[in-house]
């Protein structure tokens, strides 16, 4: 733009020819619908996936393995839905973003903005997680109705752990404990050194993580946890309903 | 007889001109044109393009002035236009650097309320701005642009740059600090 001599009536002969309009009200209030519907979505997603990643941790029994030791760590960190956390994490840092183009963020420290952005999304991640909705959600991708959010709910994913495995206790003998995975069949053994749940004994029908050796004499078990089932906690939190 | 504007605050002008009074934009635009240039030079010190700016800034004011809120202030809002405008101009150039992560944003700091202290250095901080402007980073020169030669608070001047009210204070005194060290190399 070249500056005239008298910037003032330069503009003012813009406005009347029609050269500077004036943009409507309701382009600006479609504007900020849009932004502040962008930010609902934004963080019903957020709150789903922080919801999902506690869920998954919760049914695969992850962080079970944190009590089978160091190798009990790895398999921890090798089987923490990283993706899941990662991508919780983008969605809160656009959602502190969004935040802060309101006054009473932008004045205050972003740590403040990113605190409270946290704490309400973790707190209603963990108060969506208790409900039947990732529950019913499993159930459907388990059985094929919903195979899009298979992904998120996979449970085999400890079983990409070396000798790692989730399963239903199929039967408990005298130095044997026999496994029905996803993948199939695993017989373990067990001895002195093996590592039980506390509580009752490991059971048939019982699902449980597994956390194996490989020894000159075949797959031992280094440590077993009970862990919850997807379909009886479906059931459970469906049941009053029924 | 004409009506006499110069009673009318910006912000009922500013809501006639939403209404529909054009006119009226350009007793609005003779309100603020020497601040404008002032503080847009002050900005884009050693710049070439201070008047594009300027015209530019009014030019995106009456286009976005229904998004302008009656109840609030005018001033910081036009002022909050002109920052964009100046941070846009120094992306083009790329004379200088605009830090992306503002390290002094993220956590509080005690620095949050103007000082005595602010007033008392006003007359040598006005004569080291004379000396020395150039020599500061853009995210010193403008509040202390700001605050010393538009008189702003550090509130308004929060509002004018989006950044936490404590880390106006925090870059006032870093701006002040850079100024008198500036002023002894010299």
């Not at chain 1, 990732?134 to 449970?155: C, E, F, M, S, W």
């Not at chain 2, 240039?37 to 530019?56: H, I, P, S």
């Not at chain 2, 936490?164 to 005194?173: E, F, Q, S």
Request: charged share 25%; glycine share 6%.
């Amino acid at each position: 733009m070249t500056p005239s001599r008298d910037p003032i009536a330069h503009i003012i002969a813009q406005i009347e020819r029609g050269e500077i309009t004036m943009r409507s009200k309701v382009r600006i209030l479609a504007g900020t619908a849009l932004v502040a519907c962008a930010a609902a979505v934004v963080f019903v997603l957020s709150l789903y996936l922080i919801s999902a990643s506690v869920f998954t941790l919760r049914m695969s029994g992850v962080a079970l393995f944190l009590s089978f030791g160091l190798r009990g760590v790895a398999a921890f960190l090798a089987s923490f839905p990283w993706v899941l956390t990662g991508i919780s994490l983008v969605l809160l840092v656009v959602l502190v973003r969004m935040v802060r183009l309101l006054p009473f963020a932008y004045r205050r420290s972003i740590v403040y903005s990113a605190l409270a952005a946290i704490g309400v999304s973790a707190t209603l991640g963990l108060v969506v997680e208790q409900t039947p909705l990732h529950a019913a959600l499993n159930n459907r991708a388990d059985t094929g109705v919903l195979r899009i959010v298979k992904p998120l709910y996979r449970q085999q994913r400890v079983q990409q752990v070396r000798h790692a495995y989730v399963g239903t206790v199929e039967r408990v003998d005298a130095g044997v404990i026999e496994l029905r995975t996803s993948a199939g069949i695993v017989r373990l053994g067990t001895d002195a050194s093996t590592q039980y749940p506390k509580g009752p004994a490991v059971a048939p029908g019982q699902r449980v993580l597994i956390l194996g050796d490989n020894r000159s004499g075949g797959l031992y078990a280094r440590g077993i946890e009970t862990i919850e089932d997807p379909a009886v906690f479906f059931a459970a939190t469906l049941a009053p309903e029924r | 007889m004409g009506e006499d504007h110069s009673q009318l605050s910006d912000e009922v002008l500013a809501t006639r001109v939403q209404s529909g009074d054009a006119g009226l934009y350009g007793v609005l635009m003779r309100r603020y044109l020497p601040k404008m240039q002032r503080y847009v030079a002050k900005f884009l010190f050693g710049y070439d393009d201070v008047e594009d700016v300027v015209q530019e800034v009014f030019v995106k004011a009456y286009t976005h002035l229904q998004q302008f809120d009656a109840t609030r202030s005018f001033s910081s809002w036009l002022y909050r236009i002109a920052h964009n405008e100046c941070i846009n101009t120094i992306k083009k150039r790329k004379r200088e650097p605009l830090p992306f992560f503002d390290p002094d944003a993220i956590f509080p700091h005690p620095v949050a309320k103007e000082t005595p202290r602010d007033h008392a250095e006003r007359a040598e901080v006005l004569t080291l701005i004379e000396r020395a402007l150039r020599a500061l980073d853009p995210k010193y020169r403008e509040p202390i642009v700001l605050y010393y030669i538009e008189e702003r608070s550090y509130k308004e001047i929060a509002d004018i740059m989006r950044i936490p009210i404590a880390t106006v204070g925090v870059r006032l005194r870093r701006a002040r600090e850079q100024l008198q060290a500036r002023a002894r190399d010299v």
